[in-house]
């Protein structure tokens, strides 16, 4: 009796085929020679090397070449290209070029068969990706931060490329400004986007606008960390609309300290060292429950990269409902692990990111910049007056965004009046260098240092509330506070 060979069980479990679909591509190839308007249809979804089988892809190549050559693409005019590339045979030879549109009566369903074949290959980089980062963290010699920043890069990289947007017929986009512009007819002339808190500010932007990037530069010691912080209170405290804050440069205790000053009106100095009297207590107990329910996020997350920051803004739109983003400050940002030629290259890729962040959200991203030391070595009034060309890497920054404000105090410089002979003791300029929706123009308000606070000039009142009601006109109770003496010009706020 044969001996009985013991029966052999194999584990397939781990064993992985690529995501391929070549019989599709191979209707999609039959297609194109039948269809000389196929690949319009097909062109914008498919490249090469979206195709798995390394002969469909030269033959892809082949009828690419054609068409961008405004040459008829059928059986006989791909059978010619690939012999003038030398692949004919390669491919398999005129066979196999009549074979692959033999079998396909129409090309009807070529665009959704194209987007099979697309999602194959995005499901092939994924793989890929993977691997190599999966090999580079099983190396012990190899820096898990650099990976780190390396996959974010890569893996934003590769989203990027295979994002697509298609066109649409302009009646529903009509439809829609329809509705926006019947929306501003019914507030009577009120806000049509997120109010600042400032009222000639308002007036000139009508609030923040929905998908818009907004600049806001300026020099060392201006305040535009106070300026945004003071719009941060305005937006979330008095307005109750949420919103999330990126600083990049102070940690979160900072930052609250800040908004705390701000809020209850208490030195900034005597928060740091705690020594409050017992009438600032009393306003801390009194007003600190505000700042405690605002609906403010704050990520204190140092070198963070636009990858991150995309990750985490989606987030936060769809479970905390975030209507406005504002970060502090853009060039302390990176696109990590990409290749750059130059630091101006990666500040580009960020704002036009941002830029596009803000349309896909369709939320006001409000976004910190520096400005170059030029303003420096110009005198008078008017020299040291920021410009749009003052913008650290400024060629992107300028072109990607929809606004560009400049915060601008003359006292600084020892400029104490204004050509019209305005007193500027105390006083900031909101300089609004571009507006892509509206005009331009300046906007003076009051600059309350000792507070880290931005106001609206010469009242004692902060600004109006959504149902038009004074907020913050009195304290405890008491009678309005009379203005401050103007604060030092040199405060490093």
């Not at 679909?21 to 194109?32: K, N, Q, S, W, Y």
Request: hydrophobic letters at 35%; charged letters at 25%.
């Amino acid at each position: 009796m044969p001996e009985r060979k013991a029966k052999t069980t194999i584990d397939t479990s781990y064993g992985h085929i690529q995501p391929q679909a070549t019989d599709i591509e191979r209707v999609v190839l039959g297609a194109l020679m039948i269809d000389k308007d196929a690949f319009s249809i097909v062109s914008e979804i498919l490249k090469p090397e979206t195709f798995y089988e390394p002969r469909n892809q030269k033959i892809y190549r082949a009828i690419q070449t054609l068409s961008m050559n405004e040459n008829p693409v059928d059986i006989m005019t791909v059978i010619e290209e690939l012999k003038h590339e030398g692949t004919l045979e390669d491919v398999g030879g005129p066979t196999y070029i009549v074979d692959l549109s033999s079998h396909v009566a129409s090309s009807a369903n070529i665009e959704y068969h194209a987007r099979i074949l697309a999602h194959k290959f995005m499901a092939r980089q994924l793989i890929s990706f993977a691997g190599v980062i999966e090999t580079k963290a099983f190396d012990e010699t190899t820096d898990v931060d650099e990976l780190m920043q390396e996959a974010e890069s890569s893996l934003f990289e590769l989203s990027q490329k295979n994002m697509r947007q298609d066109y649409t017929q302009v009646e529903p986009v009509v439809d829609q400004a329809i509705k926006i512009l019947q929306k501003a007819a019914a507030n009577k002339g009120e806000l049509t986007g997120i109010p600042t808190g400032y009222n000639k500010l308002d007036d000139m932007t009508a609030g923040w606008q929905a998908s818009d990037l907004v600049i806001i530069a300026g020099r060392p010691a201006m305040g535009k960390t106070s300026f945004a912080l003071s719009l941060a209170k305005n937006i979330a405290v008095d307005y109750q609309r949420p919103i999330a804050f990126f600083s990049l440069e102070m940690n979160n205790v900072q930052l609250v300290n800040r908004l705390i000053s701000n809020v209850c009106e208490i030195e900034g100095k005597k928060i740091l060292n705690g020594q409050l009297d017992d009438e600032e207590w009393k306003r801390l107990d009194i007003n600190i429950g505000k700042l405690q329910s605002a609906p403010i996020y704050v990520d204190d997350t140092p070198g963070m990269s636009i990858f991150e920051l995309r990750t985490k803004a989606r987030r936060l739109v769809r479970e905390k409902k975030v209507e406005i983003i504002m970060i502090d400050y853009l060039q302390l940002m990176n696109a990590n692990g990409a290749r750059f030629g130059s630091r101006q290259e990666e500040v580009s890729t960020i704002s036009r990111s941002l830029k596009g962040l803000a349309k896909e959200l369709d939320i006001p991203i409000l976004a910190l910049s520096q400005l170059n030391r030029t303003v420096e070595g110009r005198e008078g009034l008017e020299g040291k007056r920021p410009q749009l060309s003052d913008l650290r890497e400024s060629g992107a920054i300028e072109q990607d965004a929809d606004m560009v404000l400049f915060v601008h105090r003359p006292e600084y410089y020892r400029i104490f009046e204004d050509e019209k002979g305005n007193d500027l003791h105390g006083k900031a300029q909101i300089i609004i260098a571009k507006h892509r929706k509206g005009g331009t123009g300046d906007v003076l308000l009051d600059f309350r240092g000792e507070f880290t606070r931005f106001q609206n000039p010469d009242s004692s009142f902060r600004h109006s509330g959504p149902d038009g009601e004074i907020i913050g006109s009195k304290l405890n109770g008491g009678d309005m506070m009379p203005p401050p003496p103007p604060p030092p010009a040199d405060m490093p706020f």
